[in-house]
């Protein structure tokens, strides 16, 4: 089994699970949880319940918050290299979601803005390193992001980034993130994302179309499923049957279970590593919380 390098953010989320109607001026019902969160933290954080040795890099602020998180972290199997930033806030994720499952988030990403290229190890000869999308988004992460990519294709590992999301990834620019990551071994978009990236209605057209710049691409469908596309080759996989209660974190719990089983045999079947992504997302959407 090989060591995973996970880049990213890392943050508490307040989960609002939305009851009844809108109710402008007023109240509206609510259940408010708080949990550990960030995109690259919740890879993190799956992958190592899966048995995945794995390292986070990330930033947090030295407030209570930062150390909860690396507590949480640590008692979650992952092995923390994360820099503590003297006078900023860890980064807070507030995320609203509406009574069939959808939601929106509220980002304020505070430490994670921090991060250096120094902060970010390389993972060993013939390891992995997954990249957040959300990295790359604004300057000084980027560079970070820029540098573990460098550093770990020179090192001879694979790597996996996912786009993060069409909001930043649109102000960021497509042509911009498809020149950044060409050297990506597996690139992991939403169907939105895919055909953002790629101009094609289709996401197995999409799929097919980012194939051909990486060696693998993984388009996940919602409540459709996931599909494989490398070289000529395309295979999809349904998703997994859940009562949904949350689909916060469902990409992450996707990745990881994908990850798991991909990153140990990068040649395996690849409808073993889709249905294992499928699953860990079903688990996670059947519950309030990204972990």
Do not use: K
């Given at each position: 089994m090989r060591d995973v390098v996970v880049v990213g953010d890392?943050?508490?989320?307040?989960?609002?699970?939305?009851?009844?109607?809108?109710?402008?001026?007023?109240?509206?019902?609510?259940?408010?949880?708080?949990?550990?969160?960030?995109?690259?933290?919740?890879v993190a954080v799956h992958l190592a319940r899966l048995g995945t040795p794995v390292t986070f890099a990330g930033c947090a602020g030295d407030d209570a918050a930062g150390t909860g998180l690396l507590a949480e972290l640590t008692a979650?199997?992952?092995?923390?290299?994360?820099?503590?930033?003297?006078g900023a806030a860890?980064?807070?994720?507030?995320?609203?979601?509406?009574?069939d499952g959808q939601r929106s988030m509220l980002a304020d990403r505070g430490a994670n803005?921090?991060?250096?290229?120094?902060?970010?190890?390389v993972p060993a000869s013939g390891g992995h390193l997954h990249l957040?999308?959300?990295?790359?988004?604004?300057?000084?992460?980027?560079?970070?992001?820029?540098?573990?990519?460098?550093?770990?294709?020179?090192?001879?590992?694979?790597?996996?980034?996912?786009?993060?999301s069409t909001g930043p990834l649109a102000g960021y620019g497509v042509d911009r993130w498809l020149a950044?990551?060409?050297?990506?071994?597996?690139?992991?978009?939403?169907?939105?994302?895919?055909?953002?990236?790629?101009?094609?209605?289709?996401?197995?057209?999409?799929?097919?179309?980012?194939?051909?710049?990486?060696?693998?691409?993984?388009?996940?469908l919602g409540a459709e499923g996931a599909l494989w596309a490398a070289g000529d080759r395309l295979v999809h996989r349904p998703a997994h049957p859940a009562h949904v209660v949350d689909t916060t974190g469902a990409g992450d719990?996707?990745?990881a279970g994908l990850l798991a089983v991909w990153?140990?045999?990068?040649?395996?079947?690849?409808?073993?590593?889709?249905?294992?992504?499928?699953?860990?997302?079903?688990a996670v959407v059947a519950r309030p919380g990204a972990r």
């Amino acid at each position: 089994m090989r060591d995973v390098v996970v880049v990213g953010d890392l943050a508490t989320d307040v989960v609002v699970l939305l009851g009844g109607h809108p109710a402008p001026g007023s109240d509206r019902p609510a259940a408010i949880r708080t949990r550990g969160g960030g995109a690259g933290a919740n890879v993190a954080v799956h992958l190592a319940r899966l048995g995945t040795p794995v390292t986070f890099a990330g930033c947090a602020g030295d407030d209570a918050a930062g150390t909860g998180l690396l507590a949480e972290l640590t008692a979650a199997g992952v092995t923390p290299a994360v820099r503590r930033v003297p006078g900023a806030a860890t980064g807070t994720i507030v995320s609203l979601v509406e009574p069939d499952g959808q939601r929106s988030m509220l980002a304020d990403r505070g430490a994670n803005l921090a991060l250096e290229p120094g902060d970010v190890p390389v993972p060993a000869s013939g390891g992995h390193l997954h990249l957040s999308g959300y990295t790359l988004f604004t300057a000084g992460p980027r560079a970070a992001g820029l540098a573990a990519l460098a550093a770990a294709t020179e090192a001879g590992c694979t790597v996996s980034v996912d786009p993060a999301s069409t909001g930043p990834l649109a102000g960021y620019g497509v042509d911009r993130w498809l020149a950044d990551t060409a050297a990506a071994t597996l690139v992991l978009p939403n169907a939105d994302e895919a055909r953002l990236l790629t101009g094609c209605a289709d996401p197995a057209a999409a799929a097919q179309a980012l194939a051909a710049r990486h060696p693998v691409a993984v388009v996940t469908l919602g409540a459709e499923g996931a599909l494989w596309a490398a070289g000529d080759r395309l295979v999809h996989r349904p998703a997994h049957p859940a009562h949904v209660v949350d689909t916060t974190g469902a990409g992450d719990a996707f990745t990881a279970g994908l990850l798991a089983v991909w990153s140990g045999d990068p040649d395996g079947d690849p409808a073993a590593a889709l249905e294992a992504g499928l699953a860990r997302a079903a688990a996670v959407v059947a519950r309030p919380g990204a972990r």
